[in-house]
T-cell receptor, first 113, second 111 residues
């Protein structure tokens, strides 16, 4: 099955700095990679996703890059704000699987004012 | 637009009592439905998923069960709760089996 590793587990940045969270996956057949943001006491919310036919995708201050050869993908948040503080999860979907997404273990991002 | 509901939002139950958590989705048909559990400060553990009415796949052996009596309704149950069942329970739906959208969650505390 698929295995997703996520680093770092915790990340603190100063407001206005950039934050980068990295994930690696094991199955080269995975073809869809979403990122979720989970605020305290709430369900995870999809913030950006990328499919395997694309190398990079950007949405305002958030971007995701995918390196299929190395089997890793990263979330980039620029000009961080205190409201970006949350737990971020990456995930990978195995092509043809109706079962599920395989999630990383999460990164607690803290943006310091 | 699609909306997912979970209730109750919070629940405190004694050990050995039964459990029923409900999830409903609006605005879509024949979604895949999922139940996850999240322990405090931990990741997401898939418990059950369903690709249609009456079709349930279990990922983790435990004292929980799931049912899907209607197309957009997913229920998580237990006959006798354990202390280890405490956690944050999340329901999610998807149409293409890749993008999943999560509900607000149910915080369960077993005492």
């Amino acid at each position: 099955g698929e295995n997703v590793e996520q680093h770092p587990s915790t990340l603190s940045v100063q407001e206005g700095d950039s934050a980068v969270i990295k994930c690696t996956y094991s199955d080269s057949a995975s073809n869809y990679f979403p990122w979720y943001k989970q605020e305290l006491g709430k369900g995870p919310q999809l913030i950006i996703d990328i499919r395997s036919n694309v190398g990079e995708k950007k949405d305002q201050r958030i971007a995701v890059t995918l390196n299929k050869t190395a089997k890793h993908f990263s979330l980039h948040i620029t000009e961080t704000q205190p409201e970006d503080s949350a737990v971020y999860f990456c995930a990978a979907h195995l092509s043809g699987s109706a079962r599920q997404l395989t999630f990383g273990s999460g990164t607690q991002l803290t943006v310091l004012p | 637009s699609q909306t997912i509901h979970q209730w109750p939002a919070t629940l405190v139950q004694p050990v050995g009592s039964p459990l029923s958590l409900e999830c409903t989705v609006e605005g879509t048909s024949n979604p895949n439905l999922y139940w996850y559990r999240q322990a405090a400060g931990r990741g997401l553990q898939l418990l059950f998923y369903s690709v249609g009415i009456g079709q349930i796949s279990s990922e983790v052996p435990q004292n929980l069960s799931a049912s899907r009596p209607q197309d957009r309704q997913f229920i998580l149950s237990s006959k006798k709760l354990l202390l280890s069942d405490s956690g944050f329970y999340l329901c999610a739906w998807s149409l293409r089996a890749d993008t999943q959208y999560f509900g607000p969650g149910t915080r369960l505390t077993v005492l």
